[in-house]
């Protein structure tokens, strides 16, 4: 090996081993910054409903997206995941206990919500359905699903739902925890930190998950489900996994929501509640894990700033969404977040590979 081929190795493992402490850097720096924003950027700010809204549909958003971007399963049910448990938290906090055990008891009966759904509709889209009829069950079964459960609380529930009205009178008394310790729900500063810290962690379990061997199992699935099935993985059980978890996640957010707002519609059960998702998974990026949080801080603004001037601010956001598909297919998120390394690389090549190469013996 020539000196000039020695030295480029050498500035190669240099460049490689900063470029990995780099991206550590940036990853606490991320979470340093995500927790900022959902931890203290309500606090200061005149807007904290606003960024209350962002951080709650973030939680949702990406949790959905586990099941639709990383995992290609397409549902529009998951408004009913979220509608149940803020339903049964909302509905057990007025008529049994009004104590923080409500909000588990919700969380768990969407999540149990969310795997009758999802074991209904994988069932029918076997590996063995063509991959466009695989869709089309999956997505008509989780209409129906949205339809049955918004009739099932408008009439059979409706002496406790409100109906039409919706869920009222939630935040009237503090929620009981242990001895006299209490929630008190007309406290906007209680409310944001038990919001912010949950979907913080849950956000930090999310990655996690996203990050290890299941999430390449997930990305494969999208790909070609039946290859994975060849390497021994039993794709049905793994999807079903993915989908309770999404449904799990939307269990949280709907809690996080009745709690943040006091208030929930039966309009959460309607199939274009969760159309709002896709199309805001679509914005930000559906492959990226923080995509989604990308597009629901734009969907929200755009939607709060130009329904400020007129009602036809769905017409504003459609071209935003044409405009993002055409020319950035990958999302907005990604580009963003791809910037800074971009630089850096660049940086760090000029530095090191055109100035301090040592020339050839």
Not at 35 to 41: D, P, R, Y
Not at 295 to 314: C, E, H, N, P, Q
Request: glycine share 10%; net charge positive; charged share 15%.
């Amino acid at each position: 090996m020539s000196g000039q081929d020695f030295g480029i190795e050498r500035h190669r493992d240099v460049e490689e081993t900063i470029l990995k402490k780099q991206s550590k850097l940036q990853f606490g720096a991320g979470y340093a910054i995500l927790a900022f924003i959902f931890l203290v950027l309500p606090f200061l700010t005149t807007y904290d409903v606003l960024v209350e809204d962002i951080i709650v549909w973030s939680l949702f958003t990406i949790g959905f997206n586990l099941a639709f971007g990383f995992t290609g399963m397409v549902s529009l049910g998951h408004g009913v995941f979220f509608g149940v448990s803020a339903f049964t938290a909302g509905i057990l906090s007025l008529f049994w206990n009004r104590s923080v055990v409500t909000l588990p008891i919700g969380i768990a009966l969407g999540t149990l919500t969310g795997a009758v759904v999802g074991y209904v509709s994988l069932k029918r889209a076997r590996v063995d359905v063509h991959k466009a009829l695989r869709i089309a069950y999956l997505v008509l079964i989780s209409i129906a699903a949205s339809y049955v459960t918004m009739y099932i609380f408008l009439n059979p529930l409706a002496k406790y739902s409100g109906a039409e009205m919706g869920l009222l009178g939630f935040p009237d008394h503090p929620l009981h925890v242990v001895g006299n310790l209490q929630v008190n729900l007309k406290s906007h500063h209680q409310t944001y930190a038990i919001v912010g810290v949950v979907a913080l962690l849950t956000i930090a379990w999310l990655r996690r998950i996203a990050s290890s061997p299941a999430g390449m199992i997930m990305r494969a699935i999208r790909e070609n489900e039946v290859r994975v099935g060849f390497l021994g993985y039993n794709t049905f059980r793994f999807k079903l996994l993915v989908y309770t978890i999404s449904g799990f996640v939307a269990s949280i957010a709907g809690s996080l929501y009745l709690l943040r707002s006091g208030f929930i519609s039966v309009d959460v059960f309607d199939f274009s509640f969760t159309s709002e998702l896709v199309v805001i998974c679509l914005l930000g990026g559906r492959n990226s894990f923080f995509g989604p949080m990308v597009g629901t801080a734009i969907f929200l603004i755009l939607k709060d700033v130009i329904s400020s001037y007129t009602s036809s601010w769905a017409l504003f956001l459609a071209v935003v969404l044409i405009l993002s598909v055409l020319y950035l297919p990958g999302g907005i998120g990604p580009m963003l977040f791809s910037a800074p390394k971009v630089l850096i690389r660049v940086w760090r090549r000029n530095r090191f590979l055109a100035g301090e190469v040592p020339p050839s013996k």
